[in-house]
């Protein structure tokens, strides 16, 4: 332990040091914008209000860069396709290049790149949009005073479904995240989407439309629909007190959407290697776990509360399959309870309980899964986290019969240096 401490120091540094003049010629925020630093933690949608003024186009370059070390164990009670057994190492690096244009006066654009990622070797697009939180490029102080509530964003990228996007790790942007793995049934999703929000004063909501699709066609078949929406309440009670709670829906139709809120990150999931069988082989997105149906209707509530350093958040959701004549549906929750402490909160103690259950159709034998998270971060600065996690999870229940999933389980130890600018 004490080499592998040294060794991810010696890397922490490194990566650093290496940024260092990058994060000096950037340091300008834009408009209505998450800051993609410690800044931005606990800021879910963009904030509404801004301090900064408009002085022509701007471009801000950042990027994201994560490494892991796992050190991870995993075993299953299926004798014709058995897990492979893991080693302690270095996981391949993530990393993101993003853009982040201030075009004219409450109007930006947002690109995003992953370099690498685990699904793909090669860099590649993975999305973007623009925000409007002011007409001026219209004419100016047009539609002032609705503007000044309203928002609309348009684009091919992550739609505002729910609350745990804005606390996941998406690929190497992994510093809003307390932890290293996302949630089990990780709603997340890049598509085609126009979505208008409005806010007046502690609450909001949000509805959007998109067609639930990766990959774009324009035939026959691929012209579905799906609505999300979101009603919340997010209010700074005092100096001391936070409280957030978001309610959220997404539906899709049955024309051909192939649906992918829970199947749409195409960098992979955070673990690696893990349930790969020694039959079956490897999957670049598990261990998280998607439901598969076709359509669907899906609810999230989110509760979030901070009090000085303690931070809870929290996850219960329910999705059904859109085709009543085959049924099935899946309910997850979840719950995450954090302390921050130290200068600026720069260090963090927490653990997270993640739960699915339910049945792929009416006719299915019911499937658990559990997973735990015990994790520990440093903010070495704004820019840096250095994370540790224990991690165990296990796979219950009549329907894994005959899978690799039957009695699997896995635990260890990962952790995980990340950079953020």
């Not at 914008?33 to 801004?50: I, Q, Y």
């Not at 505002?160 to 990780?186: C, E, L, Q």
């Not at 598990?286 to 350093?309: C, E, H, S, V």
């Not at 296990?394 to 690799?404: M, R, S």
């Amino acid at each position: 332990m004490k080499n592998l401490t040294k060794s991810l120091f010696i890397t922490v540094l490194a990566l650093v040091l290496g940024s260092s003049y990058a994060v000096a010629q950037i340091a300008q925020d834009l408009q209505f914008f998450r800051p993609p630093d410690k800044r931005g933690l606990n800021v879910f949608e963009a904030p509404k209000t801004t301090d900064v003024e408009f002085e022509g186009l701007y471009v801000r370059t950042g990027g994201d860069f994560a490494i892991q070390f796992h050190a991870l164990t995993q075993s299953n009670d299926f004798a014709a396709d058995p897990l492979v057994d893991l080693s302690n190492n270095f996981a391949l690096p993530t990393a993101n290049l993003n853009f982040d244009v201030q075009i004219e006066n409450g109007l930006r654009m947002h690109l995003r790149t992953y370099l690498s990622s685990k699904h793909h070797s090669e860099a590649w697009v993975k999305g973007g949009y623009f925000q409007i939180d002011r007409l001026d490029f219209i004419e100016e102080g047009f539609a002032e005073e609705f503007m000044q509530n309203a928002r609309f964003r348009f684009g091919m990228d992550e739609i505002n479904y729910g609350d745990t996007h804005f606390r996941r790790s998406d690929n190497a942007r992994a510093i809003f995240n307390p932890f290293v793995g996302n949630y089990i049934m990780d709603s997340f999703s890049t598509e085609p989407f126009a979505e208008f929000s409005y806010f007046a004063n502690d609450i909001f909501g949000v509805v959007g439309v998109s067609n639930g699709r990766l990959n774009q066609r324009p035939l026959p078949g691929d012209d579905g629909i799906a609505m999300f929406a979101k009603l919340g309440y997010d209010s700074q009670v005092n100096e001391d007190l936070r409280v957030r709670l978001t309610g959220s829906v997404y539906n899709s139709t049955d024309k051909g959407t192939r649906d992918y809120l829970y199947n749409g990150d195409r960098a992979g999931a955070r673990y690696y290697q893990l349930l790969t069988g020694e039959v079956s082989g490897d999957s670049d997105f598990l261990p998280r776990f998607n439901p598969r149906f076709a359509y669907q209707t899906a609810i999230q509530f989110n509760p979030f509360i901070k009090f000085q350093g303690l931070e809870v958040f929290g996850v219960v959701e329910f999705v059904n399959n859109g085709d009543d004549d085959i049924g099935g549906g899946f309910n997850q929750y979840g719950a995450e309870v954090l302390y921050r402490f130290g200068a600026d909160e720069d260090l963090y103690v927490g653990g997270r309980y993640n739960m699915v259950t339910g049945e792929q159709t009416d006719a299915s034998e019911s499937i658990d899964i559990t997973r735990l998270n015990l994790g520990a971060g440093w903010f070495m600065t704004q820019n840096v986290l250095a994370k540790i996690e224990y991690v165990t999870s296990t796979y219950d229940g009549n329907g894994w019969n005959g899978t690799k999933f039957e009695g699997a389980e896995f635990s260890g130890v990962v952790l995980e240096a990340v950079i953020s600018f």
